[in-house]
């Protein structure tokens, strides 16, 4: 099966910086990649997310960047805000979009 | 509502315990997905249902969870003879069309102690 791996595990930065994440996956059949949010005690929610057929996308502060090849894919967090602090969760599913696997993710804390 | 709602928000079990735990998806959609987190780590695959009917359930850990969406609609995941490894946050998604790369809303999730 899938396994996505995602890092780093805490990532802290001075606000108005960059945050960059990044995750690699295994299965060469995986085309779908979301990205989600989730605050402490929080529901994930859904931040951005890209397909295989698309290299980069942007919007606003946040965007994600694809490398079929290597397997691997980026979320890039731009003029970082102090509610930008939260856990962020890549994920990659396969053809039927009915499976995600999540990597373990990132603690982003945005000092003041 | 305007959200998947679960219910409860926490429980706690004594281990041997048998609990369940409802999903009520966004009206009308179709996919619904069960997840575990456990603490600190990424939500993991436990099963999923188009409709009423259960098209995947590779990721149930063992014969002692079992789940279903009788109707369509509101989904039931049970735990039988609960014990310690199950403790974790238990979330409940859905989506509204089979197959194609719109949103999983996921909700707010359940939270198992077992003691």
């Known amino acids: 099966g899938e396994n996505v791996e995602q890092h780093p595990s805490t990532l802290s930065v001075q606000e108005g910086d960059s945050a960059v994440i990044k995750c690699t996956y295994s299965d060469s059949a995986s085309n779908y990649f979301p990205w989600y949010k989730q605050e402490l005690g929080k529901r994930p929610q859904l931040i951005i997310d890209?397909?295989?057929?698309?290299g980069e996308k942007k919007d606003q502060r946040i965007a994600v960047t694809l490398n079929k090849t290597a397997k691997h894919f980026s979320l890039h967090i731009t003029e970082t805000q102090p509610e930008d602090s939260a856990v962020y969760f890549c994920a990659a599913s396969g053809n039927n979009f009915n499976k995600f696997y999540f990597g373990s993710g990132t603690k982003l804390n945005v000092k003041p | 509502g305007a959200g998947v709602s679960q219910s409860p928000r926490y429980k706690v079990a004594k281990r041997g315990q048998d609990v369940a735990l409802r999903c009520d998806p966004i009206s009308g959609h179709v996919s619904l997905f069960w997840y575990q987190q456990a603490l600190g780590q990424g939500p993991e695959f436990l099963t999923y249902?188009?409709?009423?009917?259960?098209?995947?359930k590779s990721g149930l850990p063992s014969d002692r969870f079992f789940a279903e969406r009788p109707e369509g609609s509101v989904s039931t995941l049970k735990i039988q003879r609960t014990q310690q490894e199950d403790s974790a946050v238990y979330l409940c998604?859905?989506?509204?069309?089979?197959?194609?790369?719109?949103?999983?809303?996921f909700g707010q999730g359940t939270r198992l102690t077992v003691v």
């Open positions: 998604a859905s989506r509204e069309v089979y197959g194609v790369n719109t949103e999983a809303f």
């Open positions: 249902f188009q409709n009423e009917a259960q098209l995947d």
């Open positions: 890209i397909r295989s057929n698309v």
